[in-house]
């Protein structure tokens, strides 16, 4: 499933018609939404750098943050309601990977969230009558 968000969307509700988990009730677990980039193959990047003795290597982490929202309420239809913040709209638009997981341990279901957050606008367009070929020749 994808889910497109926008700026203007400030919260998204889930319905959770199964909790799983060792059969809980959903008021009686945490519930969170964790988002991260999507990626075909993850790759850690290393540094090799000398410190006087020896070689060492240093994992440089993913410039695109996991961003982790808690449930913020369960709603009059029994969804479980995040909230998001300004991190989330500063994340570069794109597509990304949402967990649900439930006590930090059980991911019950996951979606993917097509991220918006910043319009395109086309402030002008230009036409201009020239042959394909460039001079006539064609």
């Not at 889930?14 to 790759?43: F, H, K, N, S, Y």
């Not at 369960?74 to 709209?89: A, N, P, Q, S, T």
Request: charged share 25%; net charge negative.
């Amino acid at each position: 499933m994808i889910i497109r968000l926008c700026e203007d969307t400030p919260k998204l509700a889930v319905r959770i018609a199964q909790p799983g988990c060792r059969g809980r009730q959903l008021m009686d677990t945490r519930i969170d939404i964790i988002i991260r980039p999507v990626v075909c193959v993850e790759r850690a990047t290393t540094r090799t750098y000398w410190d006087g003795c020896a070689f060492k290597e240093e994992v440089i982490p993913n410039p695109v943050p996991t961003l982790r929202y808690p449930a913020f309420e369960l709603d009059d239809e029994g969804r479980v309601v995040f909230y998001f913040d300004d991190k989330l709209w500063s994340l570069p638009p794109g597509r990304y990977l949402a967990d649900i997981e439930i006590d930090g341990a059980c991911t019950q279901t996951s979606m993917q969230i097509d991220l918006c957050n910043r319009p395109v606008a086309i402030e002008q367009v230009a036409v201009t009558e020239k042959s394909s070929c460039g001079d006539l020749s064609c």
